[in-house]
């Protein structure tokens, strides 16, 4: 039996609060009350805190390319009083392809929205450090940019308490059960938040939580990827674009001005953690973007890794389950899920609220959690 002291009653519980449980709790606290409940000290802690924060409408597989698009305009207006400066900077992207990818970047063309395919030179020209000859095709997405993801995050979590929501931090749920419709929800300390709906945003935990709670897992798999901080001095960085080859062996964008952040879109298989870098992946990054580009590495300033969890089929799982009254699943947010977490928060709040979800009927299938129950 869970513990019966210091018990919470709420429409919802929302467990996991990085950014994909951070945006769903603060839709859903609109018309309902909500508990957002969270393991670790600080919202943000693991994924979230660890991106490389560039919104890039050419990414992910066909329906995470349309919540990436309809979560544009949230970038463009967020709501008044939503953040005090931006959440979004212009940075272009510019992909491009060494003799050996071409192929690829066939592909990428064809496949692409809103790209232009630029000379070789232009891209030499609006990235110096390139190689002379390394490019052999070279493709511009001009309205990508760089997120606030900190801003965005702190947002909507400003916007859950306004709307009389709860963010319990230090709270991490160990005991999942229901009992007379309601499920109970046993955190750290003791306490338990009660609701008849709730909501799996536990992101790499995903898997973990639905176990708890003695639902089937989906199949989910958080794969590592690491981010290392370089200073490319004497080069001036500052308005350089995102600068990604199409095999997506390797990415580097701009860092604060004056600093590169570089990856090698590495994806490690590992079990939920808090996840840290490898010497052997940094070093890899490394060599790959000195391949293309003439950049000094004199040393590492700093690095780290987190947690990309993907499907089996890599899109995003939004919906009820079909084995489990009032269990809801927000998961699988792979390597976009600050891009696409607008759309898909306003999306969660939706269908729990039994609301017809607009743009995204279309590709409603595509999301819902039962495609791996094979139950449609
Ligand atoms: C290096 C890197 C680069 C990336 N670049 C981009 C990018 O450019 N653009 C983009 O859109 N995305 C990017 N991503 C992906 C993005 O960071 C993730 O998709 C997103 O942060 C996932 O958010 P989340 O809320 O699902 O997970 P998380 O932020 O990990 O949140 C899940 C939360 O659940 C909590 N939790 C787990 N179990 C429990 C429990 N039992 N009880 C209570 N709480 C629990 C955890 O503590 C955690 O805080 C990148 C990721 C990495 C690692």
Redesign the pocket.
């Known amino acids: 039996m869970l513990a019966r002291m210091d018990t919470h009653s709420f429409d919802t519980v929302v467990?996991?609060?990085?950014?994909?449980?951070?945006t769903a709790a603060a839709h859903l606290a609109a018309d309902r009350r909500v508990a957002l409940?969270?393991?670790?000290e600080a919202?943000?802690?693991?994924?979230?805190?660890?991106?490389?924060?560039?919104?890039?409408q050419n990414y992910g597989p066909a329906t995470v390319r349309v919540m990436t698009g309809l979560s544009r305009g949230f970038f463009d207006a967020p709501p008044p009083g939503f953040a005090d400066a931006p959440i979004m900077l212009h940075r272009p992207v510019l992909f491009i392809a060494p003799e050996e990818q071409m192929a690829a970047f066939r592909g990428v063309l064809g496949a692409g929205i809103g790209l232009r395919q630029i000379a070789p030179a232009e891209a030499e020209a609006m990235v110096p450090a390139l190689r002379p000859g390394w490019v052999r095709g070279a493709a511009v997405e001009n309205d990508a940019f760089d997120?606030d993801v900190a801003r965005l995050h702190q947002g909507f979590l400003r916007q859950l308490r306004a709307r009389d929501g709860v963010l319990a931090l230090r709270?991490?749920?160990?005991r999942i059960e229901r009992r007379g419709g309601v499920w109970h929800v046993e955190?750290t300390g003791g306490a338990v938040f009660r609701a008849k709906v709730l909501v799996n945003?536990?992101?790499?935990?995903g898997d973990?939580?639905a176990r708890?709670a003695g639902v089937a897992p989906l199949g989910l798999q958080p794969k590592r990827?690491?981010?290392v901080i370089i200073d490319p001095a004497p080069l001036d960085v500052a308005n350089w674009p995102m600068i990604n080859d199409v095999a997506h062996t390797w990415y580097a964008r701009p860092e604060a001005r004056t600093k590169m952040m570089v990856?090698p879109a590495d994806e490690t298989d590992l079990d939920?953690q808090d996840v840290q870098p490898d010497e052997l992946d940094i070093a890899i990054a490394i060599d790959r973007m000195q391949q293309a580009l003439a950049i000094e590495v004199k040393r590492v300033e700093h690095s780290?890794?987190?947690?990309?969890?993907f499907t089996p089929d890599r899109e995003l799982a939004i919906g009820w389950d079909d084995t489990a009254e009032g269990f809801f699943w927000s998961?699988g947010?792979?390597?976009?899920?600050?891009?696409?977490?607008p759309a898909a928060g306003q999306l969660v709040a939706d269908l729990i609220a039994g609301r017809v979800p607009g743009a995204l009927g279309p590709v409603l299938a595509t999301l819902d959690p039962r495609r791996f129950r094979g139950a449609r």
């Open positions: 467990i996991g609060a990085g950014i994909a449980g951070a409940i969270e393991a670790e919202a943000g802690y693991h994924s979230t805190g660890r991106s490389a924060a560039m919104w890039i997120m709270s991490r749920a160990g955190v945003a536990a992101g790499a935990w973990v939580v708890l990827r690491t981010g990856s939920p780290w890794a987190g947690l990309r969890t998961v947010q792979g390597g976009y899920g600050i891009q696409t977490s």
